[in-house]
């Protein structure tokens, strides 16, 4: 789902918060300067006295009056730096101090989001991805075809082609990823690797392992939590950009969790809401394991990818 209102009103608050640090640690300095130097405080009052006074000759008439306002400052400023750095100031000891100096921490540049803001965005987005931690390794930074060979690194090639693929077209194409495989293979990986992308672009992306999902799914069937929590658990499920089930078929299977699936998929399907799927099972598991029309679902809607080799986890470990 995308962020909520709660979540914005979270990024606003840490704006007003940088705000009104800013204006206390200014407060500080120039109360500091003020007492070490009498003086600047002299030259800010005569800067307001000359825009005063610049101004009005402006509105009588006087062209010159622009000019001369802007080389009084100009002067005047010159002077502040002076007495600044004659005192063991930095020149711009007085200058604001604002955590993202391009927006003035304001998260918005000419109507725009700032790139603060959209990072703001994106930190939300990982955390309630829930799979923050994962993805420091699972991502394309880390893709590596050493432990593959033949049709193994054929098919792992396809896959990540595919992964990329997908990526790139997913603001334009509807489409879903199903992979399949024995384990250690690289399902859980290239998932990582999909959903850092999308995360980074500021895409919503939930992570759930199968067993997880259907705890989930039950409580919210069966009443357990308030209201409110079951209306978000289904928001998550069902309006997220991508969400992603890992290794289906560990669940305890049940007339109860294929119904369930199916309504999800069906219902993701329906708002257009892509979804990618991984598990351990063959074609041939998955139908005898689920209903007809899932096996329908899932291989008419998704893209099928294929992964063979042996347990590169089980092969890093004994190394």
Do not use: W
């Not at 500080?28 to 800010?44: F, H």
């Not at 062209?63 to 020149?91: I, N, P, V, W």
């Not at 109860?256 to 041939?284: E, P």
């Amino acid at each position: 789902m995308p962020l909520t209102n709660l979540q914005y009103d979270q990024i606003f608050r840490q704006y007003e918060e940088n705000q009104r640090r800013c204006r206390l640690e200014m407060t500080r300095r120039r109360d500091d300067v003020y007492s070490l130097i009498p003086a600047y405080r002299d030259l800010e009052d005569a800067i307001a006295s000359v825009s005063v006074a610049q101004g009005k000759k402006l509105l009588s008439g006087d062209e010159s009056a622009l000019s001369c306002l802007r080389d009084s400052l100009s002067k005047l400023k010159e002077q502040k730096k002076q007495l600044l750095m004659e005192k063991g100031f930095l020149a711009d000891y007085l200058d604001p101090l604002f955590v993202c100096p391009d927006c003035r921490d304001t998260g918005y540049i000419e109507g725009a989001k700032c790139h603060c803001f959209r990072q703001a965005e994106i930190s939300l987005l990982y955390e309630q991805s829930g799979i923050e931690d994962m993805l420091k390794y699972n991502n394309f930074d880390h893709l590596s075809y050493e432990y593959y060979t033949g049709e193994a690194l054929a098919l792992f090639r396809h896959a990540v082609s595919t992964c990329q693929n997908f990526i790139k077209t997913f603001d334009s194409d509807y489409h879903n990823l199903f992979f399949y495989g024995t384990v250690g293979t690289g399902k859980s990986f290239l998932s990582g690797c999909v959903a850092k992308e999308l995360i980074d672009q500021g895409h919503s992306v939930i992570y759930f392992g199968a067993t997880g999902l259907f705890d989930l799914l039950s409580n919210a069937s069966f009443h357990v939590g308030s209201r409110e929590e079951r209306q978000n658990a289904y928001s998550d499920l069902y309006q997220c950009d991508l969400l992603i089930i890992d290794d289906l078929g560990t669940e305890l299977t049940n007339q109860f969790t294929a119904s369930q699936l199916f309504s999800l998929l069906n219902g993701r399907q329906l708002g257009k809401k892509s979804t990618l799927i991984s598990t351990n099972f063959s074609l041939a598991e998955l139908r005898d394991r689920y209903s007809d029309r899932i096996f329908s679902r899932i291989t008419s809607n998704f893209e099928v990818c294929r992964l063979a080799g042996k347990d590169i986890r089980m092969y890093r470990r004994m190394q």
